[in-house]
């Protein structure tokens, strides 16, 4: 019988790839890239780039470099079903071998899809209980970043599985940050990029790594994840591509709060001039794990509270990169009071298929009004245009201090018909 790591290589491998497959992968890859220069311009990024400029950019040490700085502003893409960011760890590691390796066009989107397929369905297998503890992005990543650097490098059937095995021997990242809002996040998605990489590069090479890495009885399922559900891993083998069933993030913050957030627009336009007394948000168990924080004392906790999006939202009729600064806290602190989160079906058993969340505001008119979304805009029930998904990944790179950034979004989105790979400003 073989491994659940050799079914996951025969599943990926049978899927076919469309023209509109190659579209969406360059569509994500743009997101992850724009998210990346954005990342630059900030006090982690600048740190970041500090450590790579101390010491020769190997592949590894690029790779670790572009995943910690694409997820470092909260707005790059989530596939629902596994809770992980697949962009700000399959993108670093594919765009990182694919530069040395002088790879451009429909090879690397394709390495793209594969990756983003891998890591997503062991997310989904990994059950409830490991988000608890564990960041599925850092412990589930390596799987796609392995496979797309796998695919890259021209790996068979036996050496992908190796490479699989060694991506989840090094699985790790954990939630603790929360509690400080340390900066250990962006350096989750920054080790899960580069331990699939060098997975891949050493089993290119003979190294060999454990096949049962899933299932075995000192494997990832049985140590980290106690309530795990081996068989989704390879269910429905015939559905789309998960990367086109990755959500991407128009808000700036966790997303957790944005089905609260997209709710709460909805109402800020009918508030006119009346005061708000109570805001209730009722949403799924995840994001109150994650997001209940109702007093945040730095920017980072103020985009994991679902209290201080809602107000945002409410207030400002708008979220954007100055919605959480010091400035934005004082002032959004009054009714950010006023807002009480609590678990609440449907919502609660939808979780993680839909992420939804239903926001009620009562008025000082006595007047109550609610909207609901079962699915956040941005998912694929209620998806992001390209010309959406321009002006996002346009917004960020301005914000990168491109002023000009048409070019860079062209060159990207061509390689959906082979076309070469664009220089990153700034990141070369």
């Not at 790996?155 to 939630?175: E, I, M």
């Not at 959406?388 to 979004?409: H, Y």
Request: charged share 20%; proline share 6%; aromatic share 6%.
């Amino acid at each position: 019988m073989q491994s659940l790591t050799a079914g996951l290589v025969d599943l990926i491998e049978a899927k076919p790839i469309s023209d509109a497959d190659y579209h969406a992968a360059a569509l994500f890859t743009l997101d992850a890239l724009a998210n990346a220069l954005a990342g630059r311009l900030t006090k982690p990024g600048a740190i970041l780039l500090d450590w790579a400029a101390a010491e020769p950019l190997t592949m590894g040490r690029e790779a670790l470099l572009l995943g910690g700085l694409t997820h470092i502003l909260e707005v790059d893409d989530l596939h629902r079903a596994s809770v992980v960011h697949p962009g700000c760890v399959v993108v670093p590691a594919a765009w990182a071998l694919a530069k040395r390796k002088r790879i451009a066009g429909r090879a690397l989107l394709r390495a793209i899809l594969k990756g983003f397929e891998a890591c997503c369905r062991v997310g989904m297998a990994v059950g409830p209980a490991h988000y608890k503890i564990w960041h599925n992005t850092a412990t589930c990543g390596p799987f796609g970043s392995a496979y797309a650097a796998g695919d890259l490098l021209g790996l068979d059937k036996p050496q992908l599985v190796d490479a699989l095995g060694n991506a989840g021997t090094q699985s790790a990242g954990l939630w603790q940050f929360l509690e400080t809002g340390a900066m250990s996040k962006h350096l989750h998605a920054g080790r899960a990029a580069e331990a699939g990489l060098l997975a891949a590069d050493l089993a290119q090479r003979g190294f060999s790594g454990p096949p049962q890495i899933l299932e075995g009885d000192k494997g990832f399922f049985r140590a980290a994840c106690p309530d795990a559900i081996p068989d989704r891993l390879l269910a429905d083998a015939d559905a789309p591509w998960q990367l086109r069933q990755t959500s991407i993030k128009p808000w700036p913050c966790c997303r957790h709060t944005h089905p609260t957030i997209d709710a709460a627009l909805e109402l800020a336009a009918k508030l006119g001039n009346r005061a708000v007394e109570s805001i209730q948000v009722n949403t799924y168990t995840a994001a109150l794990d994650v997001c209940d924080r109702p007093l945040p004392t730095s920017e980072y906790e103020a985009k994991f509270s679902l209290q201080h999006c809602v107000a945002a939202a409410l207030r400002d009729g708008r979220v954007d990169f100055a919605s959480f600064d010091a400035s934005a806290r004082s002032r959004l602190a009054d009714i950010r009071a006023l807002a009480r989160p609590a678990i609440a079906e449907p919502f609660a058993s939808a979780y993680p298929q839909a992420w939804g969340a239903r926001v009620s505001v009562r008025l000082d008119d006595g007047a109550e009004i609610t909207a609901e979304r079962r699915h956040a805009f941005g998912d694929p029930e209620n998806p992001l245009n390209d010309a959406a998904m321009r002006d996002k990944a346009g917004m960020l790179l301005r914000q990168a201090g491109l002023e000009r950034p048409d070019a860079l979004i062209d060159g990207v989105l061509a390689m959906a018909n082979d076309g070469a790979m664009p220089a990153l400003p700034g990141l070369q």
